[in-house]
């Protein structure tokens, strides 16, 4: 059986070894049919082909209408409907006109043009300088966009001055043209990009400004995001692909039919047709609930790490699309076709984060008030945030044990964002905590927990227990690959925290309908900054975890490990990189150990001897979204560091369902505190 997407130079085999159909139903939405696709013989993606109706259908009360997109996202309607979603969200939403109180950017984008707004085009060359801001506010977008393998023009010390008297319109990369096409057309004259408003060989301005970034984007006017282009060169204003271009499907109607055996005579007419739209939706990489829960915004920005925070921080943020334009704000999501929306993770941080403390769902456009709160209450219960982070700060007098159910709900949600935003790709690796920054000084605002590396003090037991995440899914963890072996500039960060490796990351405690018990207790954390940005880089790192520790002896033969005990036997380790063996004085005498394989090391077979925290024990709870719904223990299996003398260094962990007898066995080991680096 072969199936044909809407591409006219591929041709796509659908074989029977993958499943045939998946249909997506959910009421007031269109029909989404779900299609592994391959390609020469191998299953590439997933593709969507989306079935709505343009208008009420009697007979079908259930499917969801859409309209039509534009065949360009340049068209007059794309920026029609930009306008309207604008002036919506700066009359009515109240929360979204509220900014915090911070300083300004240091430097933005002055544009002028002669024309008027609807004029404006890329063949007037509107006029754009480099200015001071001077700490005096400003109305100003910002742009979140791919850089892609290299950036042609950035602002930089030898040409800061010449900036500021003017930058040639023809020099700017074909998404900065666009972006200021897009800003005066919208008649905001100021725009933030990072490129050009910091000085990218000032190591000082850089640090100083991107620690600001979160702030930046969140007092932006506008964000607009170039969502369907991979680098800067690549306009985001341009023709759709041909596939989300509707094709008319007809069918007969079944009642009519139904009607006809008894009556021939009934048939003809234009009841006994009904007509709906076809078109191609959105290209993603399986049925991952990740993918499931968020709103339909795909485009190779989304697969970028700075871009997350630059969407989540933004109040208000207009993405480009292939399948449309999509607007979101604190209080609304609405696409270009009308659709109905459902609030992703993303869409819920905004609304928790509400900085006015006012518990108001999230709108969704289209849907009609009395369906609102319970299609709301519906997803939300499939989430693992609730309504009770709204509250969290917006409530005086909480109950001790409300505000630890509030705090745990909150740190779920973090792990949630960690999940997503560790599947995504930095330019420069350097970046991976400078990237989140924002985010993470925005969630301590909220609990005022101590931050380390990535992870929060007051959970930090919980938050160890993050597993590197393999091609196979969420709760499939690979061996490492050679390419997994621990690049030299990367050795000295702590190894305890999730940044030490390159690979996605999942979290074996992340439904906080379940209960974990910790075994294990923080003592102290410290971490040395790389620069002023107390959430960005850090040097190295050193924690103290107190828990019952146990000697364990591991076998590895070069791609697998497992360990022993005398009570344990045969227990398989989840790897951060490859091993390789070394011997170090410890308690007085010579031990074989494991330890990371460093880039360009070559991993061997080797037995030596590791030791096993135990940090707890994982019981889901009623509302639990994973298919491992069972107990579960979780061990940090450590190595003696080559770096440290006395401390230790993670070099894998444990997550499986242990007997209860193993259970006690691990209890009852000696509590001992240990220094992890």
């Not at 290209?283 to 697969?303: F, K």
């Not at 700060?393 to 505000?403: D, F």
């Not at 828990?547 to 591991?554: D, K, N, R, V, Y």
């Amino acid at each position: 059986m072969e199936f044909y997407p809407f591409s006219d130079d591929l041709k796509y085999e659908r074989t029977w070894k993958e499943p045939a159909l998946a249909i997506l139903l959910t009421e007031h939405h269109p029909i989404s049919l779900w299609v592994p696709v391959s390609y020469g013989g191998h299953v590439t993606h997933c593709g969507w082909v989306d079935i709505y109706t343009p208008h009420d259908i009697p007979l079908l009360p259930a499917l969801g209408k859409a309209s039509d997109i534009s065949e360009s996202s340049d068209s007059q309607s794309c920026f029609t409907f930009i306008q309207n979603c604008l002036l919506d969200c700066c009359q009515q939403h109240t929360e979204c006109n509220t900014f915090p109180s911070s300083a300004p950017p240091k430097r933005l984008l002055h544009l002028e043009s002669p024309l008027s707004s609807s004029e404006v085009s890329s063949h007037q060359n509107p006029s754009i300088r480099l200015c001071q801001t001077n700490g005096q506010p400003h109305r100003y977008a910002t742009l979140s966009y791919c850089w892609g393998s290299a950036q042609t023009i950035k602002t930089e010390q030898t040409n800061i001055r010449k900036f500021q008297a003017g930058i040639d319109w023809n020099a700017l990369p074909k998404i900065f043209q666009e972006a200021v096409i897009v800003a005066l057309r919208l008649e905001i004259h100021y725009l933030w990009i990072d490129a050009l408003c910091i000085i990218q060989d000032d190591k000082i301005d850089w640090d100083t400004e991107a620690a600001k970034m979160g702030d930046i984007y969140q007092n932006s006017y506008l964000t607009i995001a170039a969502t369907s282009s991979p680098s800067s060169e690549i306009p985001f204003l341009r023709p759709r692909p041909p596939g989300y271009k509707p094709k008319t499907l007809q069918f007969s109607n079944p009642h009519r039919l139904s009607n006809a055996l008894n009556n021939p005579s009934s048939l003809g007419g234009t009841g006994d047709i009904i007509s709906l739209k076809i078109r191609q939706g959105p290209t993603i990489s399986g049925m991952h609930l990740s993918e499931l829960l968020n709103p339909r915004i795909h485009g190779a920005l989304t697969t970028r790490g700075w871009a997350l925070q630059e969407r989540v921080l933004s109040n208000r943020i207009v993405h480009f699309t292939d399948e449309g334009i999509k607007w979101e704000c604190r209080m609304s999501i609405r696409n270009e076709d009308q659709r109905r929306c459902f609030p992703g993770h993303v869409q819920k941080w905004r609304d928790f984060s509400n900085t006015t403390g006012k518990n108001q769902p999230l709108s969704i456009s289209s849907t009609p008030t009395s369906e609102r709160t319970s299609l709301l209450s519906q997803f939300q219960s499939a989430l693992f945030i609730t309504n009770a982070l709204q509250r969290y700060h917006s409530r005086a007098n909480i109950p001790s044990t409300e505000k630890s159910t509030q705090r745990s709900e909150l740190q779920g949600f973090w792990r949630v964002l960690l999940v997503d935003y560790t599947k995504r790709g930095l330019t420069k690796r350097e970046d991976i905590l400078p990237a989140l920054s924002g985010i993470a000084a925005r969630m301590q605002s909220f609990h005022n927990s101590r931050y380390f590396a990535g992870l929060w003090y007051d959970r930090f037991v919980q938050d160890l227990c993050w597993r590197p995440r393999g091609s196979g899914g969420e709760y499939h963890c690979s061996p490492p690959s050679p390419s997994d072996s621990v690049p030299r500039e990367d050795v000295d960060l702590p190894s305890w925290s999730w940044i030490s490796i390159r690979r996605p990351v999942c979290f074996a405690v992340i439904d906080e309908a379940g209960t974990f018990s910790p075994y294990s207790k923080i003592v102290s954390c410290d971490c040395t900054p790389a620069d002023s940005n107390p959430f960005g880089r850090v040097l190295n790192g050193c924690a103290v975890i107190e828990g019952p520790l146990f000697e364990a002896s591991i076998s590895y033969n070069g791609a697998e490990a497992s360990f022993t005990t005398p009570h344990i036997s045969h227990v398989n380790i989840e790897l951060q990189a490859p091993l390789m063996e070394g011997t170090l004085m410890h308690n007085g005498g010579w031990v074989k150990t494991a330890r990371r394989a460093r880039k360009g090391e070559i991993p061997k077979s080797f037995k030596g001897t590791v030791w096993c925290l135990y940090l707890g024990h994982w019981k889901p709870g009623a509302r639990i979204l994973t298919m491992a719904a069972f107990e579960h223990e979780f061990l940090l299996i450590l190595g003696l560091s080559t770096r440290v003398a006395g401390a230790y260094e993670r070099i894998g962990n444990v997550y499986s369902l242990v007997a209860k007898e193993t259970a006690e066995v691990l209890k009852k080991a000696a509590v001992q505190q240990v220094s992890i680096v």
